[in-house]
């Protein structure tokens, strides 16, 4: 990127943004090169150009990282299509996982294509097919409203299903207050824990000391505790004893 910059002088930023004002481009050049960095014009409708010293390959993909996460923010809603199996035969199981599949897409803020095809003489019993088609209206009727009608076409039933926002931002409403109630009954269910934890201590702590106190009771006194005769006493008193 170097040799692009042919005026002089430039204002020059440093890596870390610092302003090294304006140098000539050649003492800017040399400045990038003792960094093993790039000297990049960044502002070049300005005089003096504005020029930086960067990795420019760094440079080059943190922007292309910017502009894909920019694309993928502002991809536009999709039509997806979701089979219910090439028979209506097709394992409840197997409903239930197109069902959720379906619901990630709605949730996505995509709308979905459900198809229910028939195989062979299971035309004439195309009423097992729009059974699914209404199994899936009822798991996903929280989230979505149907745009296109079960309807019948050749061979298959198919019918679309659009994200409701309304239901969709109640949901994750819900969500995050269940969220939010749950965390606080873990919260107090751990301070009830502690709090009985320390109670137990406190308890055994004073059960100790009590037996301590006990035993300290039931200690023999010092000194001689045999009875003392009266009579003994008074001889020693008129013996000067």
């Known amino acids: 990127m170097n040799h692009m910059i042919r005026i002089t002088p430039i204002r020059v930023i440093g890596p870390d943004n610092e302003q090294y004002g304006i140098l000539e481009t050649a003492e800017a050049l040399r400045?990038?090169?003792?960094?093993?960095?790039?000297?990049?014009?960044?502002?070049?409708?300005?005089?003096?150009?504005?020029?930086?010293?960067?990795?420019y390959g760094k440079h080059r993909y943190e922007e292309s990282k910017k502009q894909a996460q920019s694309r993928a923010n502002s991809?536009?809603?999709?039509?997806?299509?979701?089979?219910?199996?090439?028979?209506?035969?097709?394992?409840?199981?197997?409903?239930?996982?197109?069902?959720?599949?379906?619901?990630?897409?709605?949730?996505?803020?995509?709308?979905?294509?459900?198809?229910?095809?028939?195989?062979?003489?299971?035309?004439?019993?195309?009423d097992l097919g729009m059974e699914n088609l209404r199994e899936a209206v009822d798991k996903l009727g929280d989230?979505?409203?149907?745009?296109?009608?079960?309807?019948?076409?050749?061979?298959?039933?198919?019918?679309?299903?659009?994200?409701d926002k309304t239901k969709i931002d109640a949901l994750r409403r819900k969500e995050e207050q269940s969220a939010k109630a749950k965390a606080a009954e873990e919260a107090a269910a751990l301070a009830k824990a502690e709090a009985d934890k320390a109670a137990d201590e406190a308890r055994a702590r004073a059960a100790a000391e009590a037996e301590e106190a006990a035993k300290g009771r039931k200690k023999k006194p010092s000194g001689d505790t045999r009875d003392r005769n009266p009579v003994d006493d008074e001889i020693n008193a008129l013996l000067g004893g």
């Open 31 to 55: 400045m990038a090169q003792e960094r093993g960095l790039d000297l990049v014009e960044v502002v070049p409708d300005t005089r003096p150009p504005v020029c930086k010293i960067m990795d």
């Open 75 to 126: 991809k536009q809603p999709e039509l997806k299509e979701v089979r219910l199996g090439r028979s209506v035969k097709i394992d409840p199981h197997d409903v239930s996982i197109r069902i959720e599949q379906a619901r990630r897409f709605l949730l996505e803020g995509h709308k979905v294509q459900f198809v229910q095809k028939f195989r062979g003489r299971e035309i004439a019993h195309k």
């Open 143 to 163: 989230i979505a409203k149907i745009e296109l009608e079960p309807r019948l076409l050749g061979r298959q039933a198919s019918m679309v299903l659009a994200p």
